[in-house]
């Protein structure tokens, strides 16, 4: 049981490229999110996506894009990257009991801008 | 999402029940209290969720009072390995709340 999948474990960028980030999950979740933690920081919600086809904004989405594939795959990406989207990003997906929810993580992308 | 409150760090020792305060003033109605774990270089884990008085699992128990205004995480018997940050959410959830994570509280646990 693989839970939530994210591909690269790390990357690092020169300021100005761009890079896909993905993710995928085996529960069939509806839900699915993508955050980025910087050093001693909590998480971030970039983006999220409550079902396939829709997606909304969170905190952070500037500088930021993302798909929802299909049900499985919630891919991030960026588009030029900055100093700035140095971070850890983390994908998620939860459960869609309503109210009483919990959400699942992935590794994490290390991801290094230069 | 409530906005939520809790300690920046807690120490403590092995063996010891270490409880892990969250205050949520302005929680909603239809509002769950629900509690991460997160070691280093790793995403956050479920902890426990609850509405109201009193859950427990296999990890902790939360305790919830009857204005449900604060919530309190309850670890039995501590080791080094529960050395982490703990985060404290409110809100109904996933799905299009999404989930809002705070800072959270860095447990050290000494020998």
């Known amino acids: 049981n693989a839970g939530v999948t994210q591909t690269p474990k790390f990357q690092v960028l020169k300021t100005g490229q761009s890079m896909t980030l993905q993710c995928a999950q085996d529960?069939?979740?509806?839900?699915m999110y993508w955050y980025r933690q910087d050093p001693g920081m909590g998480l971030r919600l970039i983006y999220y996506?409550?079902?396939?086809?829709?997606?909304d904004k969170g905190e952070v989405p500037n500088g930021y894009n993302v798909s929802r594939l299909n049900k499985r795959e919630f891919s991030l990406r960026l588009e030029s990257a900055a100093p700035s989207q140095t971070s850890v990003y983390f994908c998620?997906?939860?459960?869609?009991?309503?109210?009483?929810?919990?959400?699942?993580f992935g590794q994490g992308t290390r991801l290094t801008v230069v | 999402l409530a906005k939520t409150t809790q300690p920046i760090s807690m120490d403590s020792y092995e063996g010891q029940e270490v409880n892990i305060t969250c205050s949520h003033n302005n929680i909603a109605t239809n509002d769950y209290i629900t509690w991460y774990q997160q070691f280093p270089s790793q995403g956050p884990r479920f902890i426990i969720q609850?509405?109201?008085t009193k859950v427990t699992n296999e990890v902790a128990s939360l305790f919830i009072p009857a204005d449900r205004k604060s919530s309190t995480l309850s670890l039995p018997r501590v080791s080094l390995s529960d050395t982490a940050v703990y985060y404290c959410l409110v809100g109904e959830g996933g799905g299009a709340d999404g989930l809002t994570f705070g800072k959270g509280t860095h447990l050290i646990i000494q020998p």
């Open positions: 996506s409550a079902s396939e086809g829709t997606t």
């Open positions: 998620a997906s939860s459960t869609d009991r309503g109210r009483d929810t919990e959400a699942f």
């Open positions: 609850g509405y109201k």
């Open positions: 529960m069939n979740h509806n839900s």
